[in-house]
């Protein structure tokens, strides 16, 4: 008999992998799906932005007229009166030209207002006497008639008029909207608490 040394006995074989057919074809499913859904997505997102008006912004020129149509309203008031005529004529400016005129006093921004070309000697004189007569009611409690409240309010139309840009008059110009696009600037304080 023969006996069996140690050195008999061999090792089993490791497995031999068998190639899997449908592996390929799962990696294709995959990446189809993945373009499938990157697609849907894709046409989603588009659909919705097209479903979004795109609204221009309201100009300067128009938003000051809304606002000093609005003072109108407070006729019969006029130190809120001329706080609204004021302010819309203050951020007008400050939208149209960049001056920093509602958060400056009367003589600060007069003052500026000395050092640019981008007002007439006669439109900075106008307006000058307009800020003084509303700083008179807001400040001075002087109590205005009715036609000087007008007279106010004409002279601020009359810049607006005067200063808005050349390419947006008349027909051409766009119209307000409806619902405001922008939030509109802050009321000043004397107005709110009124």
């Known amino acids: 008999m023969t006996t069996a040394t140690p050195n008999d006995i061999r090792d089993i074989k490791p497995p031999i992998p068998i190639p899997n057919e449908w592996t390929p074809l799962w990696w294709a499913v995959a990446a189809i799906t993945v373009l499938a859904a990157l697609f849907v997505a894709w046409r989603a997102w588009r659909r919705r932005r097209a479903r979004v008006p795109i609204v221009p912004p309201v100009p300067s020129h128009v938003r000051a007229r809304q606002m000093l149509e609005k003072a109108l309203q407070f006729i019969g008031q006029p130190k809120p009166f001329c706080t609204l005529v004021s302010h819309a004529i203050r951020v007008y400016l400050e939208q149209r030209f960049d001056f920093r005129a509602p958060e400056r006093t009367t003589e600060e921004f007069l003052r500026e207002l000395t050092r640019t070309d981008r007002l007439t000697p006669g439109q900075k004189q106008s307006l000058a006497q307009f800020l003084e007569s509303c700083d008179l009611v807001k400040f001075a409690k002087y109590e205005p008639r009715e036609n000087e409240l007008l007279a106010l309010h004409q002279s601020a139309l009359q810049l607006v008029d005067e200063t808005e840009?050349?390419?947006?008059?008349?027909?051409?110009?766009?119209?307000?909207?409806?619902?405001?696009?922008?939030?509109?600037?802050?009321?000043?304080?004397?107005?709110?608490?009124?």
């Open 165 to 194: 840009p050349k390419g947006m008059e008349g027909p051409a110009a766009p119209a307000a909207p409806a619902a405001p696009t922008a939030v509109p600037p802050p009321l000043p304080a004397e107005v709110s608490n009124s």
